[in-house]
């Protein structure tokens, strides 16, 4: 219990901190998002109207910390004020659209990468010396190839090419959006090329961290005493050395949901997702400050949740840590 109580109270200073800085960094970047906006409509309005958007936005030359305690306020009712790249629309309404591409996308990419990588670093752990480890640079060669860069081979070869995917998007044009077979079916078509790359970008991480545990494991005494009595391969591989090898694993694999919220954000980018890293990307290009601050918020509540998951996960396989 104690344990849980240092690492909440560590996590709740964590998130004040983080928010704080949240707040500050984006008031610290030159220029004025209002004026930008102004510029889209040419001129066609009044200084008045510049002066009211500066007001709506919270860009009034009131002091900081009148700002900041505003913010506090603002948080505290769910209220994290209006997108300048999509004015009217609220950040709420912009990251709520964008958020479910992102979760789908990345999460599960990363839990495919995640099984995968984990099940073949046991096998290839278990059976190595054999042509099993020739995956190990395979599988490296494709993690050393930047991320848009592979994007962007795949895009070339498999929809510019061979028209097997779409170019762009995250569902056909004629589709009704809803929980229905054809828009789910189109949704799932568009989402493969960009899946296939993060799965082939991440897939080595997985595969050589639970092989290096699994060789260390390996050559403990229980796994020698088990051998000794005479159990099966498969039961000594998987119950024994796999059980507690997969431990680091399954914390960073927590770690790892956490920055899911964040998206590939080349990805998004090259294949036009509109996830939420495309969001963030058009939110920095805009200066677009409540915007940035929504996205940053989000992926820091999400790290830091899945940090206190990651402490849980600990707590309940290893009986160790209780003891902390």
Not at 238 to 262: E, H
């Amino acid at each position: 219990m104690r344990f849980l109580i240092r690492r909440g109270s560590f996590y709740l200073i964590t998130a004040w901190a983080a928010i704080t800085m949240n707040f500050l960094i984006p008031r610290l970047m030159p220029g004025n998002p209002a004026q930008i906006l102004m510029a889209r409509f040419q001129g066609r309005l009044s200084p008045a109207a510049l002066k009211s958007l500066t007001i709506l936005f919270g860009l009034n030359h009131s002091g900081l910390w009148s700002q900041y305690v505003t913010y506090w306020r603002n948080l505290a009712n769910g209220n994290l004020g209006v997108s300048f790249t999509y004015f009217p629309t609220s950040v709420s309404s912009v990251i709520g659209s964008a958020l479910p591409w992102t979760a789908m996308l990345i999460g599960v990419s990363t839990l495919i990468s995640f099984v995968l990588g984990t099940l073949l670093g046991i096998v290839v752990a278990w059976r190595r010396g054999t042509w099993m480890d020739s995956l190990l640079p395979v599988t490296t060669f494709f993690s050393a190839i930047p991320y848009f860069w592979l994007a962007l081979i795949a895009l070339l070869l498999l929809a510019v090419d061979v028209h097997w995917f779409p170019l762009s998007g995250a569902y056909s044009q004629g589709a009704v959006v809803g929980f229905n077979g054809p828009f789910l079916a189109s949704a799932a078509y568009h989402a493969a090329l960009p899946a296939i790359t993060i799965v082939l970008s991440s897939i080595a991480g997985w595969l050589l961290g639970m092989r290096n545990m699994m060789v260390a494991t390996m050559a403990e005494d229980y796994i020698t005493m088990a051998e000794a009595k005479g159990l099966t391969r498969r039961r000594i591989m998987y119950l024994y050395a796999a059980r507690n090898a997969v431990l680091p694993t399954i914390a960073n694999f927590a770690l790892s949901l956490g920055f899911v919220v964040s998206g590939a954000i080349l990805v998004e980018i090259v294949f036009s997702y509109p996830g939420i890293g495309f969001v963030l990307f058009q939110a920095v290009s805009n200066e677009d400050f409540p915007l940035m601050q929504g996205v940053f918020l989000v992926i820091t509540l999400a790290v830091l949740v899945a940090n206190l998951l990651a402490d849980l996960a600990y707590v309940l396989l290893d009986p160790r840590t209780r003891e902390a």
